[in-house]
């Protein structure tokens, strides 16, 4: 399948902490990555994803940066009786500026569906922040051939009532949840290509030239072997990271692989 679009401004390459990182781990990390974040290419678009025990710590060490920072949830309410979770508002006032939805592990293990990933989307948008949403299927599935249903059927929901202007905003993660966690197999540069290449089919058929330029990010068991020929596919934008990032070196270790692959140009074929 080939659909053509623009060149992309950024290569998008970013991780996400989860549950790991006390405040004195996050300062040291934050740090680090305040100083050699100078030396990156201008074309790559770095971001954090910190919990939120130190989303607010973290935004300010990174202010001046160029490190976007987002959080790994917030709640469609803007505020109300809904006891540990966060608002969009709450996330916005720590200083972060993007939200990651929808990832596997929240579907997983906390009721997340389709819908409310929908109606945290539109509550990101209205604060004028970005959603990073996460989409992939199970290795069920992959064996069953009915992977590219399953996961453009969350691209659309995702998107459902969200506008041409707002969608330019959006920007998508696949990450295969055979793919994701310790014991995850990555996929191949080819399996994602493929998958890419239908999530951007999608994203045109329901945007036009706006939805060719959706960046959509692979994610799953990205380490500094895979980094370069992943990144080096004609639909994938940019790395959304795991374990392999949870050190400054390793992030800027990635970065470094991605950028040599893409080249000076920053390779967008």
């Known amino acids: 399948m080939s659909t053509s679009r623009p ?5 998008w390459i970013g991780t996400s902490w989860k549950m790991t990182k006390t405040s004195a781990e996050a300062r040291t990390y934050a740090h680090h990555l305040a100083t050699s974040s100078t030396t990156v290419p201008e074309h790559i678009q770095m971001f954090v994803v910190p919990p939120f025990t130190v989303l607010a710590e973290v935004a300010t060490i990174l202010a001046d940066s160029r490190v976007t920072i987002g959080a790994q949830n917030a709640h469609w309410a803007p505020q109300g009786a809904y006891t540990g979770e966060i608002s969009v508002p709450m996330v916005a006032d720590t200083g972060a500026t993007l939200v990651e939805l929808g990832h596997s592990e929240r579907r997983t293990h906390f009721a997340e569906t389709d819908e409310t990933v929908n109606r945290k989307v539109h509550a990101v948008l209205d604060a004028g922040l ?6 992939g299927e199970p290795w069920t599935e992959r064996q069953t051939n009915t992977a590219t249903e399953y996961v453009l059927r969350q691209v659309k929901i995702a998107l459902s ?7 330019g905003r959006v920007l998508f993660a696949y990450e295969p949840i055979w793919a994701i966690g310790e014991q995850g197999q990555p ?3 080819q399996q994602a290509e493929d998958m890419h290449a239908r999530i951007r089919h999608a994203l045109t058929d329901l945007y036009g030239a706006g939805g060719a330029s959706i960046p959509v990010l692979y994610g799953g068991s990205v380490n500094p072997d895979n980094a370069g020929a992943l990144v080096a596919q004609d639909h994938i934008d940019g790395l959304f990271v795991g374990r392999s990032a949870w050190t400054v070196d390793g992030y800027l ?12 140009d920053h390779g967008r074929k």
Do not use: K, M, Y
């Not at 270790?253 to 000076?264: H, K, S």
């Open 7 to 11: 060149a992309s401004p950024a290569c």
């Open 130 to 135: 970005r959603p990073l949403v996460c989409v």
């Open 161 to 167: 009532g969200v506008s041409a202007a707002q969608a």
């Open 187 to 189: 996929a191949s540069p």
């Open 253 to 264: 270790t990635i970065i470094r692989q991605a950028t040599e692959a893409l080249g000076v």
